[in-house]
Structure formats: C-alpha cells, structure tokens
C-alpha cells in the first residue's frame, strides 16, 4: 500500500504565498515523476507542476513564473510553492506520483487533496 498525504493548504490574500507538501509512505520500490494537479468544481482536473525523477520541472502556462515545483527523493517528497496567488488559483489540489514496482509494474498514485483559496 502506498499513500500520499498532503499538507499546507489554506486561506491566504490575493499576491500571498503557500508551500503545499506531499510525502509518499508504504511499499515503495522507486517514484518516477511527482506532481500537483488542481481542480475545481465542475471542471476536469489539471496540471499544475510537474518534476521528473531527475529534477525536470514542467509547468502550466498560468503558474510559470509564480510557483516551484521542488521533491526532495531522500524523504519521497514533493513540494510546490506558490507565491503571487491570485483568486483563479483557488482551487482543490492534489498530489500526484508514479510509481514503478520492483515487478516493472508503473501506477499512479493520488493524494486526498488540499484546498487552496485566496481571497481578493
């Protein structure tokens, strides 16, 4: 069994900053990529950042510039820090990982989601 808990979700202002956290724990052979996705009510759920096992981060148009994506391989950590937010970044978010298992098995794995609100 694998988990992923996440933390540091909140109420913040408009142009404030937060740094979510996400820890996997459990049966872990290795992690690929990790990542943070959002959505909203309604809405499909989209990326938001993403980090390769090597470091290499992608993220959506709307984030660049204003928030990092950062993991930390010895404590299987993801991290995203989110400065200048804005209202439309208000949103549920949730972790993700890939895993392989030592079979070559690839899955994907969820966190519960962090609700992130800013207010105007």
């Known amino acids: 069994q694998v988990q992923l808990v996440e933390s540091g979700g909140g109420l913040v202002q408009a142009g404030g900053s937060l740094r979510l956290s996400c820890a996997a724990s459990?049966?872990?052979?290795?992690?690929?990529?990790m990542g943070w996705y959002r959505q909203a009510p309604g809405k499909q759920r989209e990326l938001v950042a993403r980090?390769?096992?090597?470091?290499?981060?992608k993220y959506a148009d709307s984030v660049k510039g204003r928030f990092t994506i950062s993991r930390d391989n010895a404590k299987n950590t993801v991290y995203l820090q989110m400065n200048s937010l804005k209202p439309g970044d208000t949103d549920v978010y949730y972790c993700?990982?890939?895993?392989?298992?030592?079979?070559?098995?690839?899955?994907?794995?969820w966190g519960q989601g962090t609700q992130v609100t800013i207010s105007s």
């Open positions: 980090i390769s096992s090597g470091g290499s981060p």
């Open positions: 459990g049966s872990i052979f290795r992690i690929n990529a």
């Open positions: 993700n990982a890939e895993l392989s298992s030592l079979s070559g098995n690839v899955r994907d794995y």
